[in-house]
């Protein structure tokens, strides 16, 4: 079975200054796909980023970047220039196979100092 | 846009009282999914349906079932409510088509439900 963990259960940054959230997965598929989801106080689930495992190339997304190791089975998200509306808490999720599952670690707050 | 909409957004129930959660998706998607998430532990699924009529078992599918006798629409079914069931749901469909495999699932903003 697929696992993810986030190892880190809280973590702080300063306004406009960078933070990196860590995501380790175990699987023995080849093809597959990674998630970051942000889920802030209201409780909505929004999708901050994606990867194919096939692909090389890290995504980006604005301030938000991930560096995707497949070798090592890592996949941390980088957030840049950090914002106030950055407070939340971000959850790692793996997916493969016809049914899609997510298989999402426990998750991650991320609090922002003005 | 409606997406995802579940319902209701809140319940306190008794122990060993009876509920059915509610999602309705209007994006004529073929796969849906219940989770549960409580403190601590991330998201985690309970069961999920691949079409109409289909429902498979997800990762912690006792105490609960579920019915998907419409496309748009996925219930679950607590028959006794314990207090362990206490957490939030969320819903979650998405396009059943391989070639979207690479998308990501489109969530409901969740039931809070409490069972005392």
């Known amino acids: 079975a697929q696992t993810v963990t986030q190892s880190q259960p809280e973590m702080s940054v300063q306004e406009a200054e960078t933070v990196t959230l860590s995501c380790t997965y175990d699987?023995?598929?080849?093809?597959?796909?990674l998630f970051w989801y942000k889920q802030p106080p209201s409780r909505q689930m929004i999708l901050v980023i994606r990867?194919?495992?096939?692909?090389?190339q890290n995504a980006t997304e604005n301030r938000f970047s991930v560096n995707f190791q497949k070798a090592a089975k890592s996949f941390s998200l980088k957030i840049s220039d950090s914002q106030l509306g950055d407070a939340a808490m971000y959850f790692c999720?793996?997916?493969?196979?016809?049914?899609?599952?997510?298989?999402f670690g426990k998750g991650i707050t991320l609090s922002v100092r003005p | 846009n409606a997406g995802v909409t579940q319902t209701p957004k809140f319940r306190v129930l008794k122990t060993g009282q009876s509920m059915t959660l509610l999602c309705a998706q209007d994006?004529?998607?073929?796969?849906m999914y219940w989770y549960r998430q409580d403190p601590g532990m991330g998201l985690r699924l309970i069961h999920y349906?691949?079409?109409?009529?289909?429902?498979a078992k997800g990762e912690v599918p006792d105490g609960y079932n579920v019915s998907r006798l419409k496309k748009q629409n996925f219930l679950l079914g607590l028959e006794s409510a314990a207090p362990s069931q206490t957490s939030v749901y969320f819903c979650?469909?998405?396009?059943?088509?391989?070639?979207?495999?690479?998308?990501?699932?489109?969530f409901g903003d969740g039931t809070r439900l409490s069972i005392l």
């Open positions: 990867q194919e495992a096939y692909k090389q």
């Open positions: 699987t023995s598929e080849s093809d597959y796909y």
């Open positions: 979650a469909s998405r396009k059943g088509d391989r070639a979207y495999d690479n998308q990501p699932q489109h």
């Open positions: 999720a793996y997916s493969s196979g016809a049914n899609s599952k997510l298989t």
């Open positions: 349906s691949v079409g109409e009529g289909t429902t």
């Open positions: 994006m004529n998607h073929e796969y």
